[in-house]
C-alpha cells in the first residue's frame, strides 16, 4: 500500500513478514555462531573501552591491565545502565553508579555495604573474545560452538613478513545485504569511476557451493590511474578474480597476487561496522621508476599510503551511497527493484537460508541462552 507521496504506507516487513526474496534479504540477521571482527587491536589501548553491537544487543568491549581484550554484555545487573558509561579498572569493568564491577567472565563484585546478606552470585554475559590480523573478534553466539569453530585462516597475514596489508574500517548506514549486494556486482563501477578499482564486469562463473557463493570474474583490478603504477603487471595482468561470499564473510583472491577479506559486524537492521583487510604479494607491487622487489618496510608503508589515499576515499563512495539505498528501501520497499546480475540473488539467498537455518536450530531454545541476557544466579530482589 502506498499514500499519495507514492511511499509505502508503513515501514518495511519484519523477516517473518517478508513476502518476496528481497524483503527477506532485506531483513534477516546474520548467524551469530561465526566470529566477527569488531574493531583493529590498536585502537583498544589498556586501561580502554568501547561499545559495539550485535544485531541490536549492546556489548562493551575491554582491554585489562593485564593487556587482554574482554567482552561482556553492555548492561550492569544492578539497574541496568551501559558499563560502557564506566571505566575500566585492572582487568575489571566498573558501572559508574554503584560501583559494582565485572570480569572477563561477567561475574560481578559489589564494592559496598551488603547489610549482613551474602554476596549475591551475579553474573552477565560474556562473550569469547581473540585477536589476530591485528582484530578484535569476538563471538555473539554460543560459546560452546565458539570452541569448535575458527576464526577464517589468512596465512598471508601471518608470520614474521606478513604480506603488505592495509586494514580499512568504516560504520556504513544500510542494512547489512547491502554491501554484501555493493561487493558481489561489479556493474556499480559507475559509482568508482573516478577510481577504477575494476575494469570490466565479464562473470564467467556464478556457484553456491554449500555456505559458499563463489564468483569468478575477468575483470582488471585495480585498473585505476593511480593504482596501476604501482601494481607489476609484468608476470600475471591481475585480470581474473575468484571472489567469495563465504558465509559470514566476503573474500577476493586475483591470480594469487592481489586479496582481500571483508568483516561485516551486523550492528543492528540498519547499521554496521565493515573491515576490509586488503593485502597484496611482494610481488605485486613495484614503485614508479624503483620498480618492483623493493624493502618489505617500503612496500608496507606504500600500502598504509594507499588506505589514505585512495581506499578510503573509494570505500567512503560505497558508505555514502548504502546510505541512500536504505532511505531508498524504507520509502519504496514494496515497489519492484529489477534486478539484472545473477550474482546478487545469489549472495540474497545464502543470506536468507543462513538465517532462516538460524531460527530453526533455535527455536524453542531457552531465550537466555539464544539471546545476550543476564543469567542471575540466587539475584537480590
Ligand atoms: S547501577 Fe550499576 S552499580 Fe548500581
Ligand atoms: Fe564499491
Known amino acids: 500500500m502506498t499514500d499519495l507521496s507514492g511511499h509505502a504506507s508503513g515501514p518495511p516487513p519484519a523477516f517473518d513478514d517478508a513476502k518476496t526474496h528481497r524483503q527477506k534479504a532485506r531483513s534477516a540477521g546474520m548467524d551469530p555462531d561465526y566470529w566477527y571482527a569488531v ?35 553492555n548492561r550492569c545487573a544492578h539497574r541496568h545502565l551501559k558499563l560502557t558509561e564506566g571505566q575500566v579498572v585492572g582487568c575489571e569493568l ?40 591485528g582484530l578484535i573478534f569476538m563471538f555473539p553466539g554460543d ?34 545485504s547491502m554491501l554484501l549486494d555493493n561487493v558481489s556486482d561489479f556493474t556499480h563501477g559507475f559509482l568508482h569511476r573516478k577510481f577504477q578499482p575494476f575494469e570490466g564486469t565479464d562473470l564467467l562463473r ?8 563463489e564468483l569468478e570474474y575477468r575483470s582488471k583490478i585495480a585498473a585505476g590511474k593511480m593504482q596501476d603504477m604501482f601494481i607489476d603487471r609484468s608476470e600475471s595482468g591481475a585480470d581474473h578474480m575468484l571472489a567469495c561470499y563465504d558465509y559470514p564473510y566476503h573474500w577476493s583472491n586475483t591470480e594469487g597476487r592481489i586479496k582481500h ?40 608503508k606504500m600500502m598504509t599510503m594507499t588506505r589514505y589515499v585512495t ?13 541512500h539505498e536504505q532511505e531508498g528501501w524504507e520509502k519504496f520497499w514494496d515497489r519492484p527493484a529489477p534486478e539484472l546480475s545473477p550474482v546478487v540473488r545469489e549472495f540474497q539467498s545464502l543470506t536468507i537460508r543462513k538465517w532462516e537455518a538460524y531460527l530453526e536450530r533455535t ?17 537480590a530482589q
Not at 158 to 166: F, L, R, S, V
Not at 206 to 213: A, Y
Request: aromatic fraction near 10%; proline fraction near 10%; charged fraction near 25%.
Open 39 to 73: 574493531g583493529r587491536s590498536e585502537d583498544l589501548e589498556r586501561g580502554k573501552h568501547f561499545e559495539t553491537k550485535f544485531w541490536g544487543r549492546s556489548i562493551a568491549v575491554f582491554r585489562g591491565n593485564d593487556g587482554r581484550v574482554r567482552a561482556v554484555e
Open 94 to 133: 566498573v558501572c559508574p553508579y554503584h560501583g559494582w564491577s565485572y570480569d572477563g567472565d561477567g561475574n560481578a563484585r559489589i564494592p559496598h555495604d551488603l547489610f549482613g546478606k551474602k554476596h549475591p552470585k551475579l553474573r552477565i554475559h560474556a562473550l569469547p573474545v581473540r585477536e589476530r590480523y
Open 143 to 176: 560459546p560452546e560452538v565458539a570452541k569448535t569453530r575458527d576464526i577464517p585462516s589468512i596465512p598471508e597475514l601471518e608470520g614474521p613478513k606478513p604480506w603488505p596489508h592495509a586494514i580499512v574500517q568504516f560504520d556504513s548506514p544500510g542494512h547489512h
Open 206 to 213: 556464478c556457484e553456491t557451493i554449500g555456505d559458499r557463493v
Open 261 to 300: 577479506f571483508l568483516f561485516t559486524l551486523p550492528k543492528d537492521e540498519k547499521s554496521n561496522r565493515h573491515i576490509f583487510v586488503f593485502y597484496l604479494h611482494p610481488k605485486a607491487i613495484k614503485l614508479p621508476l624503483l620498480g618492483p622487489r623493493l624493502p618489505h618496510w617500503v612496500m608496507q
Open 311 to 323: 581506499l578510503q576515499p573509494l570505500l567512503g563512495q560505497d558508505v555514502w551511497v548504502l546510505g
Open 363 to 379: 527455536r524453542g531454545a531457552d531465550p537466555s541462552k539464544r539471546h545476550l541476557d543476564v543469567l542471575a544466579e540466587g539475584a
